[in-house]
């Protein structure tokens, strides 16, 4: 009996420890699933970590450059060539078989390389670069888990409505059809209750879709699926942004947005990159040390179809030390070295026109997001009472309804209205908070803290299934 209760206990705590552990995932935790296997954030972070290995690698060509290399030849020839001997001039077959080794070691430091300097300035910049593309990366992800997770619960908000407008309506069909029957009604009453009901069915069908395809793109962006999401409560704070100053904050934008860093580092480097290739005109100056050695050993064996065969064997061996100054200067490459230099200058100009089209975009994109936080907030309080109001006015128009004031036609469209209205409060609440975000990632200011400060304001919790 002991053992049977031991059992049912263990089984209890894991029902009730599995039960405590399905709590709903809020934002804050959505955007961790997001950094660990989001592809584009790992995107990014291999980019940067590849961008990185620039610097190394210009700093390694300053450095002393070590080479050597080796070579064996084996070499057996044959031949005939006229020969004296004790009988006068004869012919005689000649063999020849050598080998030869060769070594050299040579060390080259550089003194004077032009572009070799220019590159090494170049890739700071670009190493600074790709850390803030890398962060720009990071703030896109809060953004993008955002708008993925509140797109969900926008389809959650909206299958509720149409599910609760569907059943409304198959009841007023229901009774349509019952006052038909007893002739209280005409039939059109019923044939418009009836296209309704099928309207309603087909909003509900669509918007399962949406929530179906909104749980995807959520899942894309974390790789994991989530029946439940934490939503705004009814509380929920509408605050303004703080300064209310909209010329300030795009002030704020144009001196930290990451993006637009990022691109003033590439105009940046395409100005780097015009010295690089001027460099190809200029002279470059190395000190080259070199040692190397050969050794050959030979035998070339004669023929005398008189005399018989004379060996002659040879062996030889050098050593040779070299050190000096390598002295190079261009003097004609067919063009090609103008042409590089046009390139930059060309790379350049458009590198200026991508940080003027992005200065642009960000004190647009700054704009709208300020603006949209300011509307958003009124327009979430209209909506609000909006909604109250069309939720009295259906009460009313179904009271009229019941005393034949209203027909079914009225206490559709009023059903409808209040449709319209509670999908879009709910949608004006997200908006509001998508703004909050993008506010603050259009000024660089975007970070984790901030997510955590918004994730504060879902309150409730709601299945997304």
Not at 96 to 122: P, Y
């Amino acid at each position: 009996m002991k053992s049977i209760l031991f059992r049912v206990a263990l089984v209890a705590s894991a029902v009730f420890g599995l039960a405590g552990g399905a709590a709903a995932a809020d934002l804050t935790e959505i955007y961790h699933r997001a950094l660990r296997s989001d592809p584009q954030l790992r995107e990014a972070e291999a980019t940067r970590s590849a961008t990185l290995e620039a610097r190394p690698q210009a700093f390694g060509a300053l450095l002393p450059q070590l080479s050597a290399a080796g070579g064996y030849v084996h070499d057996d020839a044959s031949g005939v060539s006229p020969y004296f001997s004790s009988g006068g001039l004869v012919p005689a077959t000649t063999q020849s078989k050598s080998n030869s080794t060769t070594w050299s070691v040579q060390l080259r430091q550089t003194v004077f390389r032009w572009d070799q300097f220019a590159t090494l300035q170049q890739a700071d910049a670009q190493a600074a670069q790709a850390e803030i593309d890398f962060r720009a990366a990071q703030q896109s992800v809060i953004v993008r888990t955002a708008q993925a997770y509140f797109n969900v619960l926008a389809a959650r908000d909206t299958l509720d409505a149409a599910d609760a407008s569907r059943e409304a309506i198959a009841r007023q069909l229901e009774q349509a059809d019952k006052r038909f029957e007893v002739g209280l009604i005409a039939i059109t009453d019923v044939e418009e209750a009836r296209a309704a009901n099928d309207q309603a069915t087909a909003t509900v069908i669509a918007s399962k879709r949406t929530l179906a395809t909104a749980r995807d793109q959520l899942r894309e962006v974390t790789g994991d699926s989530f029946d439940e999401l934490a939503r705004p409560g009814d509380d929920m704070p509408l605050i303004a942004p703080d300064p209310a100053s909209e010329e300030q904050w795009v002030k704020a934008a144009l001196d930290q947005n990451l993006s637009l860093s990022s691109a003033r580092i590439g105009a940046d480097i395409a100005h780097e990159a015009i010295s690089v290739a001027r460099g190809g005109h200029l002279p470059t100056l190395d000190i080259v040390a070199k040692q190397s050695g050969a050794q050959t050993s030979s035998t070339t064996t004669f023929l005398d179809p008189t005399a018989g065969a004379t060996l002659f064997p040879s062996d030889s061996s050098n050593r040779d030390k070299q050190v000096g100054l390598q002295l190079t200067v261009p003097i004609y490459a067919g063009g090609a070295t103008n042409s590089r230099v046009r390139e930059a200058v060309y790379r350049h100009r458009a590198a200026r026109e991508r940080l003027e089209r992005t200065a642009r975009a960000t004190e647009r994109g700054t704009r709208d997001a300020y603006l949209g936080v300011i509307s958003e907030i009124s327009r979430v309080t209209a909506l609000k009472q909006a909604l109250a109001s069309t939720r009295t006015a259906l009460a009313a128009t179904e009271a009229g309804y019941e005393v034949g004031t209203r027909t079914a036609v009225d206490v559709l469209l009023a059903r409808q209205r209040l449709f319209d209205a509670q999908t879009s409060y709910a949608r004006s609440r997200y908006d509001y908070v998508l703004n909050v975000l993008i506010l603050e990632q259009q000024t660089g200011t975007l970070d984790e803290a901030r997510l955590a400060r918004v994730n504060g304001w879902l309150g409730q919790t709601v299945s997304v299934r």
